[in-house]
């Protein structure tokens, strides 16, 4: 069975804090994503790679980095965490070039609160 | 600005009923149209995909796309509660990586 792992389900930082989220897939996957959800938002891309030490800033990548070392890791880190960082954060995989059809499998998310 | 337009609901259906979820979109070059499953405090699952016009069917679901309208649907036949969830529609374009998604239709069923 397919899996995206993420690192933590519940995590609470308090402001000012380095934050690191991780997220291990298991399907060879070229291309990983970070994604936030918050209520009436939806999901808003962070962050992607579509290979290994490629990064491409998303929607808000504001006070976000990333990092992709091997293939199946891509690490979200936030900087300096603020209370307008709390939210759930979801990372998911595709396999693919650009045009392909393929869609995403999603890890189970993060749900961070920071205080 | 691409855009995926769902409506929030909630949808209420009886069990046992079909459900129609409806998702159109702005970007007339989009070729691969997705629909996700969320239930509550969960991640999404992808659970169709259709990348042709007509009807493409996987057991209790059935997705319609028609690309001259711009619109995708998922009706899901017998209804049943456990498939009370918000269901996301997700839009990509050929030559990109990233799928633009709506905000998602809440989906009751009650017994």
């Known amino acids: 069975d397919v899996k995206v792992t993420q690192s933590s389900r519940y995590l609470v930082k308090r402001t000012g804090e380095k934050v690191f989220l991780e997220c291990v897939q298991d399907?060879?996957?070229?291309?990983m994503f970070w994604y936030r959800q918050d209520p009436g938002l939806g999901l808003r891309l962070i962050y992607f790679s579509y290979d290994v030490k490629m990064k491409e800033k998303g929607d808000i990548p504001e006070g976000y980095s990333v990092s992709r070392e091997k293939k199946e890791r891509f690490s979200l880190i936030l900087e300096s965490a603020s209370t307008n960082q709390t939210s759930m954060y979801l990372c998911a995989s595709s396999y693919g070039l650009s045009g392909q059809g393929y869609g995403y499998t999603f890890g189970s998310g993060t749900r961070l609160t920071v205080v | 600005q691409k855009e995926v337009e769902q409506n929030s609901g909630p949808l209420s259906v009886p069990e046992g009923a079909i459900a129609s979820l409806n998702c159109t979109y702005s970007?007339?070059?989009?070729?691969?149209f997705f629909w996700y499953r969320q239930y509550s405090g969960k991640s999404p699952e992808l659970i169709m995909s259709?990348?042709?016009?007509g009807d493409k069917e996987d057991g209790r679901f059935t997705a319609q796309l028609n690309k001259a309208s711009q619109y995708v649907s998922l009706l899901i036949r017998d209804s049943q509660p456990s498939d009370s969830a918000t269901y996301l529609c997700a839009v990509k374009p050929g030559g990109s990586y990233i799928p633009t998604f709506g905000r998602g239709t809440s989906l009751i069923v009650h017994p």
């Open positions: 259709i990348y042709s016009n």
């Open positions: 970007d007339r070059v989009s070729q691969s």
């Open positions: 399907m060879d996957h070229e291309n």
